[in-house]
Every structure is written in structure tokens, then in C-alpha cells.
């Protein structure tokens, strides 16, 4: 926009949709302040130095705007890549890794070790805020062996846990004193004393759930659920739970454990469940503050009927 004053002189404003980007994020800001949004940032986001800065902004932004983030975070591609190293193999069954015990070890080394400290430490170049744990802290998780259900029959994958309960303690102490919660997941069994190794979109939906998240975000490496993955890229935008219980038996590989995570996070009181594309830069900011929600929305049942878009 450009004005002219009485003596002629042309100015050029620069500043006014930069505003106009502020004001749009006023009813966003307003409706999502005190809640809890749980953020699960997948190994295959975490593609390069510049997006894991940026989702460090976004979060620090979530925490100072007056939301609650909490933050569960991925690592396949980095467990098996270190596996590699090793010489030892990665293998995957009904889109879960087949943990031997020595495996494990390296889960728990790179996810907890690794991958939780490096975005601990991006998190904190903006000051005291983020603390890192993982579900074996305060038994924030606890878990029981998974057997994998291929084709009707039980296999065993080794030390691969489902969760068992949640004590979401630890984690609200932490929000309450204004911290950023980074969970690995990881969780200790009650019934043997292993630790096991829980898919992280699952981790992040049954931590949405137990807090009572207001959304649950899931970053990715694509733009949300493909409606005819892989012959097509069009993107479902919005669905409800049962219209997603319809679709899961169709689902493949990663995107399995996501969307039965998204479905259990609306069967139970999370209001929205989101699969974004990590690989946009600021997405989150996108997604939670402006008009154009982007990927995929899944909602529960009750809301069928609200209006599409971001009305959630
Ligand atoms: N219907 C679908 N829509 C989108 N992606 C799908 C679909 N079915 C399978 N996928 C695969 O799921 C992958 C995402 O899951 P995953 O590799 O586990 O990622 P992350 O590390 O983020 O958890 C996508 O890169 C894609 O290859
Ligand atoms: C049991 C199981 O498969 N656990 C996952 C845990 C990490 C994870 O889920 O990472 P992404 O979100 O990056 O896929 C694994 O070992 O790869």
C-alpha cells in the first residue's frame, strides 16, 4: 500500500500485513490460551538443521502465546541408521520395529540419548524452558509386551510395548512451572521390568488423551492422509472418527500407528487430531494461528456437523 501526503511525498507502507498476520492470529490466540497441545515431531521431519530450528521456534512461540506444549518426538530413520552402524539389521512388522534386547538398547540410546537432548538443547537457546524425559521418568508410561497382529495371528516382535496406563504427574508439574515437556518413548513394564519400545505416535496419542490435550499434532514427512496413498496425492483435509475407523484397515506402513493414534486421542476427549507436513517450515505456527489449516483433521463424531476448515 502507498500513500501521499499534501507535499506530494510517496511512502510506501510496508508494515500493514504484517499486522494484518497478527490480527488474523487474535481469535486463534485467544481460543487456544491455557490449553494443552501435544506435538509429535517424527523422525522423518527432523529432516534438516534449519526445520529442527524452526519447530524450536514454534514451540517456544505455543509456550510464550499462553499455550501448554508438550512435545514427544520420533527417531526410525535415526535408530536405524545407527543400527546400521552397528551391523545390525532393521526390520519392521505391521509398521513396528522388531526390537531384539540388544536393539533396545540402541533405541533407548539414540532416542533418549541423542535425539531427546538435541531438541532439549534447541528448545532451550530460548531460554530455562524445555526438560526431557522419557516414559520411564516418574512412571510417566507404563507398558506391557505388543504382539503384532499379522493376518489374524499373534507374532512376536520383540521387546515392542503398548501402553498401559499413564501418570501425567511429572509432565503437568513440569507445564505448571512453565516448562516445555520432551518425552522419548520409552516405558518400563510392570509385569517384567523390561523397558520397551513404543511407537511414538502412539505415545503421543495416549499422552494427549491422559492430559486431556486440547489437540494433538502429528509432523510428518507428507502433507497429511493421502486418500489413495501411493497412486495419488490428494489429501483427505477432514474426517471423523468413524469415518477414520472405515479407512484403517486400508492404511499402510507409517501411517498406521498415526491415524489409530489420532483415532484414540478423539475417542477420548482430545477435541482435534492433526497430521501436518514437518517438512513446511513453521507449520505449526500455520496450522494453530491462521485461517488456512493444512493436512489432515480428524474430529470425533459428535462434531460431524461443524462447518469445514479450522473451526476446531
Ligand atoms: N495414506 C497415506 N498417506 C500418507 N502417507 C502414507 C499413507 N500410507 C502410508 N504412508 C507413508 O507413511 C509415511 C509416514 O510415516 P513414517 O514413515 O512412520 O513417518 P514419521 O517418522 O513421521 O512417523 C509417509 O512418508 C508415507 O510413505
Ligand atoms: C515400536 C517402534 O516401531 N518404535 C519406533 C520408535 C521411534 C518412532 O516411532 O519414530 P518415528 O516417529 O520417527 O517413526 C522405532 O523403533 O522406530
Known amino acids: 500500500m502507498t500513500t501521499t501526503d499534501s507535499a506530494g ?73 545407527q543400527l546400521d552402524r552397528l551391523g545390525l539389521e532393521s526390520e519392521f512388522k505391521a509398521g513396528l520395529r522388531v526390537t531384539t534386547p540388544e536393539a533396545m538398547d540402541v533405541v533407548r540410546m539414540v532416542l533418549a540419548g541423542q535425539v531427546q537432548r538435541e531438541l532439549v538443547g534447541l528448545l532451550n537457546e530460548h531460554g530455562p524452558l524445555a526438560v526431557g524425559l522419557t516414559g520411564e521418568d516418574a512412571h510417566t508410561m507404563t507398558a506391557t509386551k505388543h504382539y503384532a497382529d499379522i493376518d489374524g495371528e499373534r507374532v512376536d516382535i520383540g521387546r515392542v510395548g503398548e501402553i498401559t496406563a499413564i501418570d501425567t504427574g511429572a509432565v503437568q508439574a513440569l507445564l505448571d512451572d512453565g516448562r516445555i515437556p520432551v518425552l522419548s518413548s520409552i516405558a518400563r513394564s510392570a509385569d517384567d521390568g523390561h523397558v520397551y519400545n513404543v511407537n511414538a505416535d502412539t505415545a503421543a496419542a495416549a499422552l494427549a488423551a491422559a492430559l486431556g490435550a486440547e489437540t494433538l499434532m502429528v509432523l510428518t514427512d507428507v502433507e497429511g492422509l493421502y486418500e489413495d496413498w501411493p497412486h495419488s496425492d490428494e489429501v483427505i483435509s ?55 489449516g493444512i493436512g489432515t483433521m480428524v474430529v470425533p463424531d459428535e462434531a460431524a456437523g461443524t462447518p469445514e476448515g479450522k473451526q476446531q
Do not use: Y
Not at 273 to 284: C, K, L, N, P
Open 238 to 292: 477432514r474426517l471423523t472418527a468413524s469415518e477414520l475407523e472405515a479407512l484403517l484397515p486400508d492404511l499402510a506402513s507409517g501411517m498406521v500407528p498415526k491415524m489409530e493414534g489420532c483415532l484414540h486421542a478423539v475417542r477420548n476427549g482430545v477435541t482435534t487430531a492433526r497430521v501436518i507436513d514437518g517438512r513446511v517450515q513453521h507449520s505449526i505456527l500455520l496450522e494453530i494461528f491462521t485461517d488456512e
Open 9 to 81: 511525498t510517496t511512502r510506501k507502507h510496508t508494515a500493514l500485513p504484517k499486522a494484518r498476520i497478527l490480527v488474523e492470529a487474535l481469535p486463534w490466540l485467544t481460543r487456544h490460551h491455557g490449553k494443552t497441545v501435544v506435538i509429535k515431531f517424527g523422525g522423518n521431519a527432523m529432516v534438516d538443521e534449519e526445520l529442527k530450528a524452526a519447530f524450536a521456534q514454534d514451540v517456544v512461540f505455543l509456550h510464550h502465546a499462553g499455550l501448554r506444549p508438550v512435545v514427544v518426538h520420533g527417531g526410525g530413520p535415526q535408530i536405524s541408521a
